[in-house]
């Protein structure tokens, strides 16, 4: 398997984008609802977890692979005032709407590096659980327990 990977990975031909960008490194680390894109064959997948909390490439379409879903964890101002967030992927945005709080949703554009739009994390919205014993689970957010100095516990009802 490896040799294979390598062969394919190396090829100038193929080309495999994770989040459009080539990549060559066959232990390069692509993550959650990162977008893998496989040039010569013209398939496009979405890194997901499945129902047991393992790694699954879901294919969809090619106007779905101009974006991904990030999650926001943190928003700060900058030097010289200027506001920013950091999403659960690394990445720094600058500039983002003012609505946008930690633990929500932004719809980031690969291509533009832009924020398209956001959802916020309240009850009654769609989910998926990213840590835990609970990995993979997809369901309705019911209810949202706030300890401060301590985690947050969100109720999910399966969907």
């Not at 983002?96 to 932004?106: A, E, N, R």
């Amino acid at each position: 398997w490896a040799r294979e990977v390598t062969t394919i990975l190396k090829d100038k031909d193929v080309n495999v984008r994770v989040d459009g960008k080539v990549r060559t490194d066959t232990t390069y680390p692509a993550g959650f609802m990162d977008v893998i894109t496989i040039e010569k064959t013209g398939d496009f997948f979405r890194l997901l977890y499945d129902v047991k909390g393992r790694f699954i490439l879901h294919k969809i379409t090619p106007e779905e692979a101009k974006y991904k879903l990030c999650r926001v964890r943190k928003c700060q101002t900058g030097p010289k005032g200027i506001p920013f967030i950091v999403t659960n992927d690394g990445r720094t945005i600058r500039y983002p709407d003012p609505l946008i709080k930690p633990h929500d949703t932004v719809r980031f554009d690969i291509g533009t590096s832009k924020v398209l739009d956001f959802i916020k994390f309240e009850t009654g919205n769609l989910c998926m659980v990213t840590g835990g014993h609970n990995l993979g689970r997809v369901g309705v957010i019911t209810s949202r327990e706030r300890h401060p100095g301590s985690f947050d516990i969100v109720h999910v009802r399966d969907s």
